[in-house]
Every structure is written in structure tokens, then in C-alpha cells.
């Protein structure tokens, strides 16, 4: 945009003539060409909820002449606070695309899967077509071998209560395996609680931060980004621990550049001079934790110089940090992060973060970590499911021991690892090899197969081994662009959704109503879930009429109602944050095996894992290749959001970020398009090349989401690289099933062509219906 | 009367953009133009790095040099200190857009010349401008330099530091930057630029 302007500047002064004439011819038009603005005409507004990525911020939704003009932050919700991130506030651009779903398609008989060609059909068709292949399903192998995958918030309908109700256990959401599992699976057996979709750390009383790879700024997460904001205002210290320079970083008092993979050691480093210079809170231990001792001895062998050689962090400063975040204990605090599936040993790593945290004594203290609660809501008075979903959400619920209720196959993940939710990557194999048993068909449901699973290869070849394939999404992406069916929903701004309970300091309840009608012939999720469970014989389900119905009845069992809900869009409770607040009441928050804080984990040493964290290397690069890590933009949710053109203005391409004097001895220049390619030689781009000193040498750094294949999406298509594409490797992390993606390694491939695409601006004005 | 300045304090800012997405949804900017944007500068070298966040947009300068330029008046400034454009009487000559020294301008292809407005129309309903109002990390501030009530002064004195873009312009603009991440004021050589 700013090169655009520059270049006017130029051609403006060489040629003043011309522009003045044009400048005339310009302004006999003017008196009427200028338009008159939306916010003088009669503005309604909406209250709801964001979808752009899956904070779930309270909207309030501006619509002027039947269509949104203005998307801001709900004043009374305590997630936005009357303020958006740039992807909320670009949701008008995603309900307007020119290039979303518009009517069901069926692929054409005798074409292949991938091959893109689709014929328009009824919804009528469409969910006809889809059922009768599920009951053919259903009879031939039985309900399990039909998979559920779903993402965002609508997902409640295809991965909880779709599939409990037709008895499929394979349902599950990649914000699980490939995003949060470590960092639940931890808290589970650390803390006996979950750490939930908003992470309850005590961000504006805390006066020591210590982030671990936890890029705040880069995700925009609304709330947290206010509160971290609000915290170093009111004078927090800050310590990232980070290979690359983030933009938390940038606002640290102390950056440590570690060597990738080995966060373990440095947090093992930390437990130990915490007990070693007796800087624990000695107190709080003893009240609320369990296996002290045994940690005390196991922590024996992590000093800081062992830490040093392995993390390249200089002893000195591992001492110095504990020493600070001790003297500032209880408000001292290490968030979990959220992205936690990294090198394979995550569930221990996250154990350790608990651990220090529990050291610090600031689990449900102020300036710690609060107590979340989730607020007080019924379930809709159906008969009971056959199943319970297991798919978890961004909160895993704990491991152990299942029952499978009598007639059912338990879940073909099973017996892979310990926690009890689905883990989605696992769900693919079984639908190439038949083992534990066949899984054919797939309903996917906003889940972005091609940009999520690793092993795209291996993906791409189960799509094509399955009976039925089923997409359920708002832009024709590349991998909805595989299914035999296409059900396009319409998009947050035009249905409701079932309610959202979040657990938070505050708990509250959030509605999801429509601001405008449903564009063309696009139909809401728990619309299309109604219909198919009805032609699926599972209409004892659904005694509800429609969603109206359903919302009512379940916000009338708690007092309220939907008219009521509409009004104020939040609903608000009273929460119980601190450890004091659940004293008060004689009550235990912590709901592990004994009641306390877990330093030792018996539980782990009866499952044969081990109780007390301890380090192992990463997977070693190989000669001539870097470690691939990923993160995010601010203004891009995912891989989500490519298509949105205000956010594709603020951000076209993604750049690979290398290390600027490991990039000149490659004789790589700055900006010149470059492959990457991975040692299993996949290779992906072209992308720009991004000279930084921001990174170390040994690694190079992609934001996630980039690189869409799919020519459908025409603003997404071909512009800069995916670290998915490049991730065909994984380590299975044994505790939380988590799918660990830093252990892809790629070299940087010289003289990729300049890729030939136009400005997003150009783009967008031919796009134009 | 007032005299309205914007504040940002580069210490919070993380150039999320959140600012630009809520002006172009606010303002209606055409596809390809915006009024405000961010600049990510680095400075220094690994591992003694920082990044520089900058949104920029029109600073309302007191000495705008855009005014004086304009042959038909639509370029102006409001008694409230704002520089503004009647788009009516615009002639799209754009002299003011080679006139202003922080390329605050653009022609809308409607056939006039546009740019913020520090959302005037909001501004005049008692409400922040839409940037103040969406940033997540509350590195903005606006309001009135002649009212001693606004949080504008607070923000001035515990300030560390307070800079303006291209000061020996002498337009004395009304958007000030505070706490520069380098010692040394604003990075001021063209590199990166996102958005």
C-alpha cells in the first residue's frame, strides 16, 4: 500500500499536466460520487459472538441497510471489553466473499476425488445422498466406522452431538492433538483441573512473566493481549524464552534465545535452584502439593551448568531468573501457552511449567493462576446419548481408564497413549489400513485437513481409500474441494449457534444470533445436523422444532431466556478465582488422585511413565537442514482466514524467517523467492525470504496458515508457503496423544521463480459480483 | 473549540493492526488504499535485537502543509485543529497528496482525495476514534490538548520519551509517538513495511 503511494508521489511529479487534467475530468464528478457513509444512516446492532478465530469474543454487530457494516467489541463482555483483534473486526469482508460455498454440490459420477468437478444439488439431494451412504455404512461396518472431524464453535453439532447420538466414539477436533492436549493432559494430573479454552493466568496482578514460546502479540488472543498489555503497563518484568525474537520479545526485559527443543532442561535447571537455594515457597507446598521429596532428589542432577551445555543459556543468567522470579513469588508466573505439541515429550515439559508454577506457590493465588469455573448451564432435556463424545475441546479432559458402553467399539485412537481425548491424526490411519477396525466415512466440519494433520501425503490417500467424504464449510477450500458431498453452512454473522459456556474469573454465557439472513443457499450447522439426524433415524434426538426452541429451553432452566439473552448477549456469573474463595466454602479445587498438587505423579508411575519430568533430546537436525518452527500472524486466525481481504491487504504472503548471516553464507539476498524442502523431500513454495536478526542460526520460522492450493479460494491461492505441507513428520507424544511438529527439518532451495499474482486491491475489485 | 491529538505508545503497541482493519471497515477505504498503517522496524543485531512497531496515519499537523496547497479550499483545517478534505469540492488535483511529507494521503477512486479524519463523525458523537477504540493493548489515546481533564497529559508526563515524525518539518503534528523502543528516538530510514 505504502509503495503505491510512493509510486503516485513519483508519477505525480513528473507529470503534473496530466494528473491535473485527470484531476478535472475527476472532479465533475465528484459532488455525486462521493458516497454517503453507512454510520449516517439507521444503524441496528447485534449482539453476538466472534468466530474469526476461537477466543469467542463478544461482538456487538453494526448493520446499516440489511447488510453488516461494522463489527466492534461487546462493552459488557469480559472477553472483548468493547475492543477486537483486526481478524474480528475483518468479519464483514468473510460474510461478503464473492468466492464462498453457495449451494450443496455433489461430486460428478466417475470423477476422482481432488479432481474438482461437482454438479449443484437440492439441499434435499444433498442430505439425502449423505445419509443413505452413512446407514450403508452403519450396517456394513457400524457406527464407528463413520469419523467426525470439527473446528470452531458450530462444531458442537458434528463432533458432540451428532455423533454421540448416531454412536460413532471417532469424534475429535485438531484445537486437541495438534494443538493444546500436553498442556491439558498436564494440568489434569498436575492440578486435577483443566486449563480450559482461556487460559486462567492472573495476567494484570502478576509482577514476573516468564513466557516459553508463547508468541502474545503474533496471537492475538483479545483478552490476554489486553491483560498482558495492562500487566507491563503496571510494571510486570517479562522473560521470553524463545528461539526467535517474537514480539513479546520485543516488550521483555529479558530475551533468552535457547536452543530449540531443549526447554525442558532449562525448566529443570529453574526447579532446581529453586529447592537448592530454598527459594520455594516452602508453605504453600507443604499445604497444597504432594512428592516434594521425590522431586527434591530427582532435581539433584539438573543444576545449571548440566542446563547450560544443552539450552546454551548461560548458567548465570538460569540462576538469575529464578532468583528474580522467586523474589517476586507468588505474583510471579509461567503461562502455559496454548500451541503445546512441540518435540514428543510435551506432557512432560507442561508437567514441569506446573511444577515451577507450584513452586512459586501461585496456583490460585493473585498474580498467578486463578481458579477458572465454568458458569452454571443445563443441557437441552433430550433422551441420553448412547455415547459420551470424547472429542474434547481446547480443554482435554483427563486419562485413565474408559468404559465403552455395552454394544460399542471403543475409539480407534485407543491404547496409542494415556489421555482420554481423541487424538485426530490417529484417526487417519485407520482409515488406510483397517486397523483397529475400518473407519469409512469422514464428515469434516471447518476442519482444514490439508493445513492441520501432518502428513498431508497420507491424508490425501485415506480421503480416497473412504466410502463417503462429507464437507461442511463456509469457502471452498482445498481439501473441501475432495469431498463427495459439500454442505455449505452459512457464516457466523448469519445463524445461531448453540450457547457458549466460558469458564473464566467472571464465568459467563455467550449467544450466537444472526445479524443478517442466511446469503444465497447456505444453511446454518444446526440446521444441517438437525436435518441429517432426522434422516438418519435419530429423530428421538431432536425434539426440538428448530433452534430457537432449543436455545430457549435450555437458558429458561437457568432463569433466563432467549428474548433475554438477545437484549444483552452476555450473561454473567459470579466465579471464585482464588484458593481462598474455595476455602471459604471447605471446598478441594484440586480434583487430582490425592487431592493436591501432583509434583510426583503416582498415577504416571503406575502406567508405567515417568512420574517426575525429566529431559530428552530432541530429535537431532540433520547436516545442511534447519528445525522448522511455526507461528502466527496478528492478523490471520489459522489457516482460516486467507480469503478475507482486509486481512489479506494487511498480510499477503508469509516470508521464511533465517537467521541473517547463516542466510549471506547461503548467499541468499532479502526478499528473493526461495523452495524449501523437507528431508523426506517435500517441497513447498515458492516463498520470500526474509533476512532477520531476529532468529537464531540453527532453525528458520514460518507463520502458519500460508501456502493454499486451493484454486477456489481465490485471494488464498499460491501466495507464500505451508509449514503444513512440510510437516510430513510427527512424534507422538505417549501421554496426551499429541502430534509433535518441530521435529521437521528443511533446507532452503535457491532460484524459485517470482510467483505471478496480482495485488490483493486489483484482486478484490475484479472479484466483484 | 478543542485541539484534538492522538497519542501512541510504542512500548504497548505489538503492530497487530487491529487499528487498520477497524479504519478500513469504519471508513469504507477502497481495496488497494488505507489511511493507516503499520511499519515494523528492527534495529540492532542478534542477539541485542528490537522491533519498532509504528502505526502511522494523517497527524493533523497545526502547520499542515497540505492546506495552503489546495486551489479550492477542500483541503482545510476544522477550529478543532483537524485537517480535513470536502470531498465536494475536491478537484482531485492532488497537490496536497505531493504536499504531505508523511504520504497521508490517497486518491479514492471515487475522484477525491481521502485520509484520516481522526473519525470526526465519531469524535463529534463524544466516541473515540475507531483505532482507539479496537486496540487490544491500549496503546492509544485521544483527546482534547486544551482540556486539562484529558488523560492526553498523564500520558505526557510519565512518558519516557515523545517524539513526532520528521520534526524539522515544522508541522508540529498532533500525533506523537511515546516511549520509543530505541534510545534514539524513531527509526527513521524506509524498511519493511507491513501494510
Not at chain 1, 250 to 275: E, F, N, Q
Not at chain 1, 741 to 761: C, E, S, T
Amino acid at each position: 500500500m505504502k509503495l503505491d503511494r510512493r509510486r503516485f508521489l513519483g508519477l505525480s511529479a513528473a507529470s503534473v499536466g496530466a494528473v491535473a487534467f485527470g484531476g478535472r475530468a475527476a472532479a465533475l464528478q465528484a459532488p455525486w460520487a462521493v458516497p454517503r457513509k453507512w454510520y449516517d444512516g439507521e444503524v441496528r446492532t447485534v449482539f453476538s459472538y466472534c468466530e474469526n478465530c476461537f477466543w469467542k469474543c463478544g461482538i456487538t454487530v453494526k448493520v446499516e441497510g440489511g447488510r453488516v457494516r461494522k463489527i466492534d467489541g461487546q462493552k459488557q463482555n469480559p472477553k472483548s471489553r468493547g475492543r477486537l483483534c483486526p481478524r474480528g473486526q475483518a468479519g464483514v469482508a468473510q460474510l461478503y466473499d464473492p468466492d464462498r460455498l453457495k449451494r450443496p454440490l455433489i461430486r460428478v459420477d466417475g470423477s476422482e476425488r481432488g479432481e474438482g468437478k461437482y454438479r449443484e444439488a437440492s439441499w434435499e439431494e444433498a442430505l439425502d445422498y449423505v445419509a443413505e451412504r452413512m446407514l450403508k455404512i452403519k450396517e456394513q461396518y457400524g457406527p464407528e466406522a463413520v469419523a467426525w472431524f470439527g473446528h470452531g464453535s458450530g462444531d458442537s453439532w458434528f463432533v458432540e452431538y451428532l455423533p454421540a447420538a448416531w454412536g460413532s466414539p471417532n469424534a475429535a477436533k485438531p484445537a486437541v492433538s495438534i494443538c493444546t492436549a500436553p498442556r491439558e493432559t498436564a494440568s489434569q494430573w498436575t492440578f486435577g483441573r483443566p486449563i480450559g479454552g482461556h487460559e486462567p493466568v492472573d495476567w494484570t496482578e502478576s509482577r514476573y512473566i516468564v513466557l516459553i514460546g508463547h508468541h502474545i502479540g503474533e496471537d492475538t488472543h483479545n483478552t490476554q493481549l489486553q491483560d498482558f498489555s495492562e500487566a507491563l503497563r503496571r510494571g510486570a518484568e517479562l522473560v521470553v524464552v524463545d528461539p526467535r525474537f517474537s514480539t513479546a520479545a520485543s516488550k521483555a526485559h529479558r530475551w533468552l534465545p535457547i536452543k530449540p527443543g531443549t526447554d525442558l532442561a532449562l525448566l529443570l535447571a529453574w526447579i532446581h535452584v529453586l529447592i537448592k537455594e530454598n527459594l520455594y515457597d516452602r508453605d504453600y507446598v507443604q499445604k497444597y502439593a504432594v512428592g516434594f521429596e521425590e522431586l527434591a532428589v530427582h532435581s539433584n542432577k539438573h543444576t545449571p551448568e548440566w542446563a547450560e551445555e544443552i539450552t546454551e543459556i548461560p548458567a548465570e543468567t538460569i540462576r538469575t531468573v529464578a532468583r528474580e522470579m522467586a523474589a517476586a513469588a507468588p505474583r510471579a508466573v509461567l503461562p502455559p501457552g496454548r500451541h503445546t505439541v512441540w518435540y514428543g515429550d510435551d506432557t512432560q515439559r507442561m508437567r514441569a511449567v506446573y511444577i515451577l508454577n507450584a513452586l512459586l506457590g501461585n496456583y490460585g493465588m493473585p498474580g498467578g493462576f486463578y481458579l477458572a469455573k465454568k458458569p452454571y448451564l443445563e443441557k437441552y432435556p433430550h433422551p441420553p446419548f448412547p455415547l459420551e463424545p470424547a472429542a474434547g475441546g481446547c480443554s482435554g479432559s483427563s486419562g485413565g481408564e474408559e468404559e465403552v458402553p455395552e454394544g460399542f467399539k471403543p475409539r480407534a485412537d485407543k491404547g496409542k497413549f494415556f489421555a482420554k481425548t481423541t487424538a485426530i491424526q490417529e484417526l487417519i490411519e485407520p482409515m488406510l489400513s483397517g486397523e483397529p477396525y475400518p473407519i469409512r466415512g469422514l464428515v469434516c466440519y471447518g476442519t482444514n485437513l490439508f493445513h492441520s494433520i501432518p502428513n498431508v501425503p497420507r491424508t490425501k490417500e485415506a480421503l480416497k481409500k473412504l466410502d463417503l467424504y462429507v464437507a461442511i464449510d463456509v469457502l471452498p477450500m482445498e481439501h473441501v474441494m475432495w469431498a463427495d458431498v459439500i454442505l455449505p453452512e452459512c457464516t457466523y454473522l448469519e445463524r445461531y449457534d448453540d450457547l457458549v459456556a466460558i469458564a473464566h474469573k467472571t464465568p459467563f454465557v455467550e449467544l450466537r444470533q444472526p445479524a443478517v439472513e442466511p446469503l444465497w443457499d447456505t444453511k446454518p450447522g444446526w440446521w444441517i445436523a438437525r436435518e441429517l439426524g432426522l434422516r438418519l433415524g435419530l429423530e428421538k434426538y431432536f425434539p426440538w422444532k428448530d433452534v430457537e426452541e432449543y436455545l430457549d429451553t435450555r437458558l429458561q432452566l437457568i432463569g433466563s431466556s432467549l428474548e433475554e439473552m438477545k437484549q444483552k448477549g452476555t450473561l454473567i456469573q459470579r466465579g471464585r478465582p482464588y484458593l481462598k474463595d474455595w476455602e471459604r466454602r471447605r471446598r478441594n479445587p484440586f480434583g487430582t488422585p490425592s487431592g493436591k498438587i501432583e509434583l510426583y505423579s503416582k498415577t504416571f508411575a503406575e502406567h508405567g511413565l515417568d512420574p517426575l519430568p525429566d529431559y530428552t533430546p530432541p530429535m537431532p537436525v540433520p547436516q545442511g537442514f534447519y528445525r522448522l518452527l511455526y507461528g502466527r500472524t496478528p492478523v490471520h486466525s489459522f489457516a482460516k482466514t486467507q480469503n478475507n481481504w482486509v486481512l489479506m491487504e494487511l498480510k499477503p504472503e508469509n516470508e521464511v524467517w533465517i537467521n541473517r548471516e547463516e542466510g549471506r553464507s547461503l548467499g541468499l539476498r532479502h526478499a528473493e523467492y526461495v523452495w524449501l524442502e523437507n528431508d523426506a523431500g517435500v517441497r513447498e513454495g515458492p516463498v520470500r525470504v526474509r533476512l532477520t536478526e531476529r532468529i537464531r542460526r540453527d532453525c528458520v520460522y514460518l507463520v502458519h496458515g500460508f501456502g493454499h492450493k486451493g484454486r477456489g479460494v481465490r485471494l488464498a491461492y499460491g501466495r507464500g508457503a505451508s509449514d503444513n505441507a512440510l510437516q510430513t513428520r510427527y512424534v507422538l507424544d505417549p501421554i496426551s496423544g499429541g502430534a509433535a511438529l518441530r521435529n521437521n527439518f528443511v533446507k532452503v532451495v535457491k532460484g524459485a521463480p517470482r510467483p505471478q499474482r496480482k495485488r490483493i486491491g486489483q484482486l478484490v475489485r475484479e472479484r466483484r459480483l | 473549540m478543542a485541539r484534538y491529538a492522538m497519542l501512541i505508545d510504542l512500548a504497548a503497541c505489538v503492530g497487530c493492526a487491529a487499528c487498520a482493519a477497524a479504519c478500513v471497515l469504519e471508513n469504507e477505504a477502497p481495496p488497494g488504499h488505507n489511511r493507516l498503517w503499520i511499519r515494523q522496524r528492527e534495529l540492532g543485531a542478534f542477539p541485542d535485537v528490537t522491533v519498532e512497531y509504528r502505526p502511522e496515519q494523517c497527524l493533523h499537523c497545526e502547520h499542515p502543509p497540505c492546506v495552503p496547497v489546495c486551489p479550492t479550499g477542500a483541503s482545510h483545517q476544522t477550529e478543532d485543529g483537524l485537517v480535513l478534505v470536502r470531498a465536494e469540492r475536491c478537484i482531485a488535483c492532488a497537490a496536497c497528496i505531493a504536499a504531505c511529507p508523511y504520504d497521508a494521503r490517497f486518491m479514492n477512486p471515487a475522484g477525491y482525495v481521502d485520509k484520516c479524519t481522526f473519525c470526526e463523525h465519531r469524535v463529534a458523537r463524544g466516541e473515540d476514534p475507531a483505532c482507539v477504540e479496537t486496540c487490544p493493548t491500549g496503546c492509544r489515546v485521544f483527546g482534547d490538548l486544551d482540556d486539562p481533564e484529558s488523560p492526553l497529559h498523564a500520558w505526557l508526563t510519565e512518558a519516557k520519551r515523545v517524539d513526532v515524525l520528521r520534526p524539522e518539518m515544522g508541522t508540529a503534528p498532533k500525533l506523537l509517538y511515546l516511549n520509543t523502543p530505541s534510545k534514539r528516538g524513531l527509526a527513521n530510514h524506509e524498511s519493511e513495511v507491513e501494510s
